[in-house]
Every structure is written in structure tokens, then in C-alpha cells.
């Protein structure tokens, strides 16, 4: 049996120049390296120094389309996954298509599912692709959290960074089984009970300011390591695998106890595990596809492996892709 699949077939990445480190830190609030590092695994994180989110989103967009050898006259879509857009509206796609010079007619549109925005966006254009809508889509997912942290709050200022990534998604052909190339199985969840637990807690119809990201760390994080894992098992359940048929897990890079939860959870050797949060932060949108360009430009991912995509954020929103490169 031939279906129509989606395929990644570009990545790109960029994070702004500036490196903040846990001592630069600790001038600006009462807290420590050590602190940061064993509860969080996070150790630099990098901050935007007036680059909007449309700018770095630009850069990660322009090394996709070159990995995939595309230009932006291939798009028939452009999907953004972020809190952090250049304006209210329009899209920061709109203003991506713009700077792309993508063709007329395009589809631009943002996604705002917080840090599980990736994921959404990505299963948005897998079920275009394979209803036959579009062809090729550029998704991306970045941030500029540095502009809703509150860098006076040491439970919150610690724990974020920018960046941006882009994967070019295509249509291809497979046979439906799960040496396919491609997206082989997505599924999301929400649960609007928990809106109140991870927030930002500004908007256009409330404060009419951005707002700031507030939390109930330890409810979050109880919550974030049965969301990722439950989505990382369906996900396989759903293409007929287990974990010793994969390669590589991203999760969510939000705190590294909670990926190493995940990873002893799903049954996985730690080299399996892919972990970024330690030099990026959490980037929320931004931290799945900047893990995946970057681990896969490094040579770590490879054409043909098997990976599962996790993520968990506010709403809270949660959801897992599997894809074989
Ligand atoms: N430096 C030093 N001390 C800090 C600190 C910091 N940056 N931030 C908090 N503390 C203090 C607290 O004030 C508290 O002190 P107290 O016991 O005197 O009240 C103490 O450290 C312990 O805080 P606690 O909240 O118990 O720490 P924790 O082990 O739960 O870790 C988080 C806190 C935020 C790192 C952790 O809960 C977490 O990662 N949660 C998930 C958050 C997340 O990932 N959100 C985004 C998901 S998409």
C-alpha cells in the first residue's frame, strides 16, 4: 500500500550571539552556580540583545532551506511556533514570507501552544501534507523569552534562554509501515484545568501588557514527566514500535531531572537521550527543533534514525511526534 507521508528534509538553527552564564547570574539575583546546575542542568543560556524573534526565526529559516536545498519559492506554508511574536498581528510567518520573498499565495500562520508549540505545529502540517493541502511547509519554533522573564524573580530568571529552529517538512510516499521515512505517528493533549500553573501572565484583553512568566515549579514539573513520557508512548504504540527500535528521544528541554525522568521512564540508556538544556536553557517552542538542527549538523542524527519528539507546556499542552529522519 503507497500513502502520502511528510518527511523532514532541512534543518536550521540560530541563537543570538550573547551568552549568559549561572555567575552572571548570581550579580543579578540570590542564587549560585551550583544551585542552577544540579536543580536545573542548566549552565549558559543564550539571550537576545535586541534581535526579535522574527530575526532569529530569519537566520534558522535561511539554514534550513539551504540543507534542504529549497528556497522559499517551495513553501506553500509557513507555521510559527511561539509566545514571544514580533507583534500582536500579524504573524511572525507573514513577516518571515516577507523577508523570505516566499511566492503569493503561501499560507502564514502562528501557533501558540507554549513549550509544546514544536510539536503542534509539526502535526498541523503532517495532516495538511497527507490530506494533500500542501506540499512543503517551513515550521519553526522560536523565542525571545528574555522579554517576558522577570529578571528580578530567581525562581523563573534561571531557567530560560532564546533561540530559534526550522525544519523544511515535505510530501513523500511511503508504504505505512514503520521503516518508512517521515512523520510515522503524531499525537497531542491538552488539559485547560492546569491554565493557571505555568503562565504569563500579561495579554492584549487583560493587562494589555506581555506580562511575565510566573509558575508552580513543582506542579509543573510532577506533571511534565508523565505528560512526556505518556506522549513518547503512544507515539511508538502508534507506529507499532518500542524503545529499543529507537534511536534517539528529544524531550522537552525544560530541566534535565525531568529528562532524565523521562528517559528512565521509557526504558532508555542515557545515550539516547538527547540533551541541549544545559547550553541552551529552556527555549519552550524553540527547544525541540533547535536540538534536532543542531545535534543534526553536528553528525549526532542521521538519515534513517528513528526519533521520538516529546514536549509539555503551558495550558497545559503536551504532545509526541515519531519520525524517522
Ligand atoms: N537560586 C537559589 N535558590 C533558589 C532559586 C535560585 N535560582 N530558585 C528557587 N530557589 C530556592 C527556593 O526559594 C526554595 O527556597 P526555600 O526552601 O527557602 O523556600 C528552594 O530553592 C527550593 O525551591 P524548590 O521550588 O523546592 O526547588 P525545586 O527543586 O522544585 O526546583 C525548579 C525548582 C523550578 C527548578 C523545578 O521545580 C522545575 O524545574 N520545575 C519545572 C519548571 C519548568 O520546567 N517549567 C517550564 C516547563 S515547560
Known sequence: MTLIRSEIVGFGHCLPQKVLTND???????????WIRTRTGICTRHISEGETTSDISFKAAQMALKS????????????????????????????????????YGAICMD??????????ALTVVDNMIRLGQIKTALVIGAETLSNIVDWTDRNTCV???DGAGAAIVRATQGNGTAEDTGILATKLYADGSHYDNLIINGG?????????????????????????SQAAETVMEMAGVS????????????????????????????EKVIVTVDHHGNTSA???????????????????????????????TWGGALVRI
Open 111 to 120: 501557533i501558540s501552544a507554549a513549550c509544546s508549540g514544536f510539536v503542534y
Open 243 to 270: 524503545s529499543k527500535d529507537v534511536d534517539f528521544v528529544i524531550p522537552h528541554q525544560a530541566n534535565i531531572r525531568i529528562i532524565e525522568g523521562v528517559g528512565k521512564k521509557l526504558n532508555l540508556p542515557e
Open 204 to 228: 492584549v484583553s487583560t493587562t494589555r501588557t506581555a506580562g511575565y512568566v510566573t509558575m508552580d515549579g513543582k506542579e509543573v514539573f510532577k506533571f511534565a514527566v508523565n505528560a512526556l
Open 286 to 316: 524553540a527547544s525541540i527543533p533547535l536540538a534536532l538542527s543542531e545535534n543534526y549538523h553536528a553528525g549526532r542524527l542521521k538519515k534513517g534514525d528513528l526519533v521520538v519528539l516529546t514536549a509539555m507546556g503551558a495550558g497545559f
Open 24 to 34: 552572571d547570574l548570581s550579580h543579578m539575583v540570590d542564587t549560585n552556580d551550583e
Open 159 to 161: 531557567l530560560f534562554g
Open 68 to 103: 534542504a536545498s529549497m528556497t522559499a519559492q517551495d513553501l506553500d506554508m509557513i507555521i510559527v511556533a511561539t509566545v514571544t511574536p514580533d507583534n500582536t498581528t500579524p504573524t511572525v510567518a507573514a513577516k518571515l514570507s516577507k523577508r523570505l520573498e516566499a511566492k
